[in-house]
């Protein structure tokens, strides 16, 4: 299958189009200034590429990330002429601050208790949930909207998935992206770790001292290539993976920066020596532009004197989330223009960043194929490669079968395949420190999450799944907004100064999964999910269609909900309609999905079923003894399958302690996978969803079972 | 800012007292869980081998010590002696308070 970009989106700060960024970009122009955005007293650094003149829609859904979204989501679906009220669209946004801008001051203040701890609606910009939720009431439907973080690298996992979506045959498009808006935390957080150059930043030169902050949104329409579509560049590989070697810094050799740029390459059937451009990640940081520089000789030996190389980040800064797609977005121009933007600042190249640097802008004849890389806190990196249409042999499109081969779930019972959470015994509380069995030297910098998140994945993976191509993926619909206000009444507290550097890595919202895949030594694809009350059951789906599409072969796949007074006070209220409001159980829980034939298999994953309202979920017909498990009460369990195939199988009702819990989902997923384990049942269908969508996952055991 | 008051005690008594409030805070704020304070020892490498410290734990003790004690540490190479012992560290910060006019600067 071949995927061709047809519509590209970026709003930067050198302007609000594709076509200003990347004619600017070319120029040599630098969009930096000092933030005024907020007050930036105090602060070590105060350059940053600020965007200006993009206006935020009124409504309590919208940020200014989320503005920025619409714009270039809006460029890019006019460009490839789809719009998605007339097809059938998905959209994956990647993203890490949605609205912190619009909110911290408010949660900090209500964390100190200078402000009453109440549901205010402009709070419903705050989950990142919040940039799917209004571009689909803007411009949508969409088929199916999707929420992915993995820090620094989003941009490209928001790609990587879309490729997937597009090999189910079921939709006429994907847009997807990444958009991160500049704010008081990441300010703070980024100077904390003395991360970001008071001056412009350098990248590969031998003075450089770090980043300068950016913010925008880049987004591309992909489509399966079809004769008539008219194609701006092709997608022809995506590759995810993980370092686990440590929270904030890259592993100095650049081994799994390398390891990603080659799968890529080998997916998309390029060789090196098609490779004419790398569009780098280049931070200017120290670390990340001697490793990555290492990577890229490591990957094209020989070819590395001919290959040029660049990064943006000097002209538009490190727009987070946004870069990995603002940067493909550049690439696909790159190819279409046969044009390559210089690195701005660099000025003494560091022997130590050897390799060939677009000084100034450099015309081609051609430009065949482009690398284009992210490398995100926790070791998440990624790479795309983009090429001319048709250039190498077109690629593979086989999509695999999934199997479901463990189940962990911990919570205030403690730790186990179950957790006792389907006997329906009623608990409140945390789960008993001594129930995780972490090693305390080796999970010292991991908060509550990360922690759930390790434990779990040690559990479910017991041993026997490969680490090699083993991803993680945790669902998580608020992140840690405790943590992250009184990060940021902190600093009106004590000053920027006072920002914690080590605080602020887990403040990043893959950061539990970070943690998890060092922890545990997965080195496959590490990214976390949200989507409000059903985010377990989006990273539980995202698994499956990653290892279907072959981005991994296995994942561990749930979701984490710990113990939050903001949540239970603010976030429920605002987004549980009517259900408890008591405070809720910490809950971890998690099944492990791999391709069939590599596992231990308990079922195989029949179907995944996404269904907006309104919409049938299409389940097949049940087995006879089947049953069916979801974290609702029975009653409403059994009125959602009266509309089904499913009608009157009997229900388990998944009780999770006390106060509702986005955990649920994936802890009905692990009930049912433990149930068949057992021969309670051969075929099991787990029903989850929150306001709006519907999610149902189909497990049966295997024939000779 | 408990040192502010100490700068008349006697050198010895301060010197000892002053490491082991590093010490404290080393093993709080870098979350060396179950590990003993006064364990460490007051020459031993703190980053690298020594303690296994990295990085990340240097910039959290630099800022730490900067709420704790008012005394800056210097960023980038200019750090590398201060942070080489518990006793070097102790011994910037005593040189730091005592210095005339010792409030740090701040920007």
Given at each position: ?705 | ?107
């Amino acid at each position: 299958m071949r995927i061709w970009i047809t519509g590209i989106g970026i709003v930067s700060s050198l302007g609000a189009s594709a076509r200003e960024t990347f004619t600017r970009l070319s120029a040599g122009e630098r969009g930096l200034s000092r933030i005024d955005l907020f007050d930036v007293t105090g602060q070590r650094a105060t350059l940053g590429a600020q965007v200006r003149g993009v206006d935020v829609p009124a409504g309590p859904l919208w940020s200014r990330t989320t503005a920025f979204a619409l714009v270039a989501v809006k460029e890019a679906l006019a460009e490839a002429g789809i719009d998605p009220r007339r097809s059938r669209v998905g959209l994956v946004v990647g993203g890490t601050t949605a609205g912190m801008f619009e909110n911290e001051v408010r949660v900090a203040g209500m964390m100190s208790g200078a402000l009453p701890t109440a549901p205010v609606p402009e709070l419903r910009s705050h989950p990142l949930s919040s940039t799917a939720d209004a571009l689909d009431e803007a411009i949508g439907p969409f088929r199916r909207a999707r929420n992915v973080a993995s820090a620094c690298s989003s941009g490209v996992t928001a790609l990587a998935l879309a490729r997937a979506w597009l090999l189910e045959g079921e939709f006429d498009a994907v847009v997807a992206g990444g958009t991160d808006g500049l704010c008081r935390l990441t300010l703070s957080g980024f100077n904390a770790l003395s991360a970001i150059d008071p001056e412009p930043c350098r990248p590969f030169d031998q003075n450089r001292r770090g980043l300068n902050l950016g913010e925008g949104a880049g987004f591309l329409v992909l489509e399966r290539a079809a004769p008539g579509k008219k194609p701006i560049a092709e997608l022809a590989g995506v590759a995810l993976a993980a370092e686990a070697h440590h929270i904030t810094n890259p592993e100095g050799e650049g081994r799994t920066a390398a390891r990603v740029m080659r799968e890529a390459l080998a997916r998309g059937n390029v060789s090196p020596a098609d490779v004419d451009y790398v569009n780098a990640h280049g931070t200017g940081t120290p670390l990340n532009d001697a490793m990555e520089s290492k990577a890229i000789r490591a990957v094209f030996g020989a070819e590395t004197e001919r290959v040029w190389v660049s990064s943006s980040k000097a002209q538009i800064g490190h727009t987070l989330a946004a870069a990995g797609a603002i940067e493909t977005a550049i690439a696909a121009m790159c190819v279409r223009e046969r044009l390559l933007p210089p690195t701005a600042g660099l000025v003494t190249p560091d022997p130590a960043c050897d390799v060939r640097h677009v000084r100034e802008a450099v015309r081609m004849d051609r430009v065949r194929a482009v690398v284009s890389s992210s490398f995100g806190f926790g070791g998440m990196d990624a790479a795309a490669v983009v090429t001319e249409p048709e250039l190498a042999p077109e690629p593979d499109a086989t999509r695999r079968r999934v199997v479901v081969s463990a189940a962990s779930v911990a919570g205030p019972r403690g730790l186990g395949d179950g957790g006792g959470l389907d006997r329906g015994e009623q608990a409140a509380g945390a789960a008993p420190d001594e129930a995780l069995s972490l090693d305390p030297a080796r999970a010292r910098r991991q908060d509550r999450s990360a922690r759930l998140c390790s434990a779990v994945a040690h559990a479910a993976l017991d041993g026997h799944a490969s680490r090699e191509r083993c991803g993680v993926v945790f669902g998580s619909a608020f992140s840690s907004v405790d943590d992250a206000a009184a990060f940021v009444q902190r600093i009106f507290e004590k000053g920027p100064r006072l920002a914690s550097p080590a605080d602020f890595p887990n403040l990043v919202p893959s950061s539990p999964v970070g943690h998890a895949s060092i922890y545990e030594a997965l080195l496959g694809p590490a990214l976390a999910t949200a989507d409000v009350g059903a985010s377990g059951e989006s990273a539980i789906a995202t698994a499956f269609e990653l290892v279907a599409s072959g981005d991994a072969d296995a994942f561990v796949a749930g979701a984490v909900a710990v113990r939050s007074r903001l949540i239970d006070q603010v976030f429920h209220p605002l987004f549980d309609d009517g259900r408890t409001r008591a405070p809720r159980s910490e809950c971890c829980a998690a099944v492990v999905l791999e391709r069939e034939g590599v596992a231990r298999a308990v079922a195989i994953v029949e179907a995944v079923r996404i269904a907006r309202e309104g919409e049938p979920l299409e389940l097949g017909a049940p087995l006879s003894g089947a049953r069916a498990f979801g974290a609702a009460s029975p009653r409403v369990l059994e009125a959602a399958l009266a509309k089904t195939s499913w009608a009157g199988v009997p229900v388990s009702s998944v009780e999770l302690g006390v106060g509702s819990n986005e955990a649920a989902g994936a802890a009905a997923m692990a009930a049912a996978t433990r149930a068949i384990a057992r021969g309670e049942t051969r075929h099991a269908l787990v029903l989850g969803g929150r306001p709006g969508v519907s999610y149902a996952f189909v497990l049966r055991a295997p024939e000779h079972a | 800012m408990l040192w502010s008051k100490a700068r008349e005690i006697e050198p010895y008594v301060m010197s000892q007292d002053l490491r082991r409030e590093i010490k404290e805070l080393i093993v709080k704020e870098l979350n060396l869980e179950g590990r003993d304070p006064t364990a460490i020892q007051d020459d031993a490498p703190l980053f690298g081998e020594g303690l296994g410290l990295d990085s990340l734990d240097a910039l959290q003790l630099a800022m730490s010590v900067e709420e704790h004690f008012g005394v800056r540490i210097p960023e980038g190479d200019a750090a590398r002696p201060i942070f080489k012992s518990v006793a070097a560290l102790a011994d910037h910060v005593a040189r730091s308070l005592s210095a005339p006019g010792a409030a740090p600067p701040r920007s």
